[in-house]
C-alpha cells in the first residue's frame, strides 16, 4: 500500500511563506504526475500545481507566480514552495500521486491558515 504524508503546514500571516512536503513511500522516478490540491471549508477540492514525470507543471490562475512546485526523486518527496500568501489561500492541502499503470493516491492533508 502507497502512502503518502504531508508535512509543512501551520498559520502564516498574510504575506508570508510555507513549504509543504509531501513524502512518498515508493519510487517517484516513474510518476505519470503528482499534484497538489486544496479544499477550503465549504467549498469543493481544487487543483493547485501539478508536476508531470516529464517535468512540466500547471498552476492555477489564483497561485500562479506565487507557488512553485517542485520534486525531489532522491528523497521520493513533492514540495509546494507558498509566497505571498493570502487568506483565500487558507484550506486543507492534499497531495496526489498517480504511477504509470496504477491507480491514484491521495494523502491525508495539512491545514494552511493564512490569518494576522
Known amino acids: 500500500q502507497v502512502q503518502l504524508v504531508e508535512s509543512g503546514g501551520g498559520l502564516v500571516q498574510p504575506g508570508g511563506s510555507l513549504r509543504l512536503s509531501c513524502a512518498a513511500s515508493?519510487?517517484?522516478?516513474?510518476?505519470?504526475?503528482m499534484g497538489w490540491y486544496r479544499q477550503a471549508p465549504g467549498k469543493q477540492r481544487e487543483l493547485v500545481a501539478v508536476?508531470?514525470?516529464?517535468?512540466?507543471?500547471t498552476y492555477s490562475d489564483s497561485v500562479k507566480g506565487r507557488f512553485t512546485i517542485s520534486r525531489d526523486n532522491a528523497k521520493n518527496t513533492l514540495y509546494l514552495q507558498m509566497n505571498s500568501l493570502k487568506p483565500e489561500d487558507t484550506a486543507i492541502y492534499y497531495c496526489?500521486?498517480?504511477?504509470?499503470?496504477?491507480?491514484?493516491?491521495w494523502g491525508q492533508g495539512t491545514q494552511v491558515t493564512v490569518s494576522s
Open positions: 496526489k500521486t498517480k504511477w504509470w499503470g496504477s491507480d491514484e493516491y
Open positions: 515508493r519510487s517517484i522516478l516513474s510518476i505519470y504526475a
Open positions: 508536476i508531470t514525470g516529464g517535468g512540466t507543471t
